[in-house]
């Protein structure tokens, strides 16, 4: 099965119920991906793509939590900001459409490694019993190449939420992205292993603790649930704003690092 969307890096495009459900079957079909970690209610595969050297990263988990808590939890840009450790800056552009924005992620990576960031066109759609979140990597205007961080690309990135009996949600999260620079194979391998798994917890514990803080923190402003909000508190998308790589201004220093020994990588808390 083909991973490829009609979603390109660099367009964007409002995604068609048929991107959504080939999402959703690069989720649920495990065919072709290798099983690397099996632990504690926790899958971790990867498979080889035709878009990048770096494999597809795929995560699922079982949570005693409810599917519209959870993609709440997901979507709250504020609420990410107090769980969400690797995070640098997050900021949401523009609203496209009530389905559909432009935001700004920098993470932080562990080091040696170099800090990233990603500009996504984010869409999702909310079915009830099943909920699903994409992104894939777009060039904005109102965000130039920053000094000091690597741009990578988000080739296809989401989650696929599921609703199960007994209260209980399946949460599977895939990544299909290139962190750009020149990391070595053990750095991916090791960030796959070991930091995918930890990024599920945490947001296993975030649910818990997500209706207590939502109570005392602007309980009624969900955008992604009510459109009006989203329409009237983000500028509107301007196509004029999204531009070619070449046009995008800024630090495009490789940042290189090839240099790294794995005694340098330091397993922390990311």
């Not at 878009?51 to 699922?60: G, I």
């Not at 009830?128 to 296809?156: C, D, M, P, Q």
């Amino acid at each position: 099965m083909s991973t490829q969307l009609s979603l390109k890096v660099g367009e964007v495009k409002i995604p068609e119920d048929s991107d959504f459900r080939h999402f959703k079957s690069i989720c649920e079909d495990n065919d072709g991906w290798k099983l690397e970690v099996n632990k504690n209610q926790t899958t971790v595969w990867t498979k080889a793509n035709e878009l990048s050297d770096f494999k597809m990263v795929k995560v699922r988990s079982v949570f005693d939590i409810d599917a519209a808590t959870l993609y709440d939890v997901l979507h709250d840009p504020h609420y990410r900001k107090t769980w969400d450790h690797s995070m640098l800056e997050g900021a949401e552009i523009c609203a496209i459409n009530p389905n559909n924005d432009i935001g700004y992620y920098a993470i932080r990576c562990p080091p040696p490694l170099k800090n990233r960031d990603f500009v996504t066109q984010r869409s999702w759609l909310d079915c009830g019993y099943e909920k699903i979140i994409i992104n894939h990597s777009v060039n904005h205007v109102a965000r130039s190449l920053k000094k000091g961080f690597i741009r990578g690309t988000s080739f296809l990135t989401g989650y696929y939420i599921v609703k199960l009996e007994a209260d209980k949600t399946q949460l599977t999260y895939v990544s299909q992205s290139d962190p750009k620079g020149n990391l070595p194979a053990w750095a991916i391998n090791k960030l796959t292993k070991i930091f995918a798994p930890k990024v599920i917890h945490r947001i296993y514990k975030a649910a818990k603790n997500y209706n207590s803080w939502k109570s005392k923190n602007n309980p009624d402003l969900k955008p992604w649930l009510n459109p009006e909000q989203m329409m009237t508190t983000l500028p509107r998308y301007n196509p004029a704003d999204i531009v070619s790589d070449d046009k995008i201004m800024g630090s495009r220093e490789s940042l290189d690092e090839e240099g790294l020994n794995e005694a340098d990588f330091q397993d922390m808390d990311y």
